[in-house]
């Protein structure tokens, strides 16, 4: 199956399932509904078949939340930009690995309201948590299907205008620089006490990586650091940095080894369907 093919599937379904929600009966209707992430950038993965994607983000005014997603839910609000999450739902549809984040616009509203300290704190959590950050980039690349209000246009064009603006930029900087040199001080410690912290030297490798694409500005999927941190690292003439991220991260590894490590967990998504 082609790349197209493939993504013409992803997209078919997704706007069958947002056509559903939108006109499903409820007391508060809903805001509108987009694509993000990588089916949102036409950049979904073909090798994994259409089984995993990231489809839709569904938009809410209501605050219920279904009983089997609470879990979720109440690990999303604590991180920022979340505290308005709703839930979200991962499912199975006809061959296709649903993600719908279901959110509402209370927090588009603070998105648009505490500008720039909206943009900036996420910057905390990095690289701990990059949930708050991937909702900003998504917001910026999503493809709008539904959007009566034009609510989320005017959101897109906002996060597309100021992702990287000076008043943004330079604070998520420094804030990443601060937990990145946290991070390095805790593990020079554990490591003084003979503890190996090789989960520390992952999340200096993810930190150090969104600080070179942010300084790039680019905007991202969550599956795509590795890829763009190649091609900015590459216009820099400083490849290295790719190289000693790939090496921290354990992906250098030979292609033929990495795809007998994934065998089994390729086997076992197709046996989960």
């Known amino acids: 199956m082609s790349d197209h093919s493939i993504i013409e599937r992803l997209e078919t379904l997704g706007r069958r399932l947002i056509a559903d929600q939108m006109k499903a009966p409820r007391a508060v209707p809903l805001v509108g509904a987009a694509f993000d992430g990588s089916l949102a950038t036409r950049r979904a993965w073909p090798h994994v078949g259409p089984r995993f994607h990231d489809l839709p983000r569904v938009l809410r005014s209501s605050p219920r939340i279904p009983r089997r997603c609470l879990r979720i839910a109440s690990i999303t609000r604590k991180v920022p930009l979340a505290r308005h999450n709703l839930f979200v739902e991962l499912r199975f549809i006809e061959g296709a690995f649903v993600n719908m984040h279901c959110k509402s616009k209370e927090s588009l509203e603070a998105l648009h309201d505490d500008y720039p300290n909206s943009f900036i704190e996420s910057a905390d959590w990095v690289p701990g948590d990059l949930e708050s950050t991937h909702f ?11 959007d009566p209000e034009g609510y989320l246009a005017k959101t897109k064009a906002l996060v597309g205008q100021r992702r990287f603006a000076p008043e943004v930029l330079r604070p998520r900087l420094e804030r990443m620089a601060t937990s990145g040199d946290r991070i390095l001080r805790e593990s020079r410690a554990k490591l003084a006490d003979g503890d190996l912290p090789v989960s520390a030297a992952h999340d200096l490798a993810r930190c150090a990586a969104q600080m070179w694409l942010e300084s790039h500005s680019r905007i991202y999927s969550k599956k795509e650091q590795d ?19 790939r090496a921290t991260l354990g992906l250098d590894v030979e292609p033929a080894r990495l795809k007998s490590i994934l065998g089994p967990i390729s086997e076992y998504g197709i046996a989960s369907i």
């Not at 900003?136 to 539904?146: F, H, R, Y």
Request: net charge negative; aromatic share 4%.
């Open 227 to 245: 890829a763009l941190l190649a091609e900015v690292t590459l216009e820099a003439k400083a490849p290295r940095v790719h190289e000693l991220y």
């Open 136 to 146: 900003i980039d998504g917001l910026a690349i999503m493809n709008i299907v539904e």
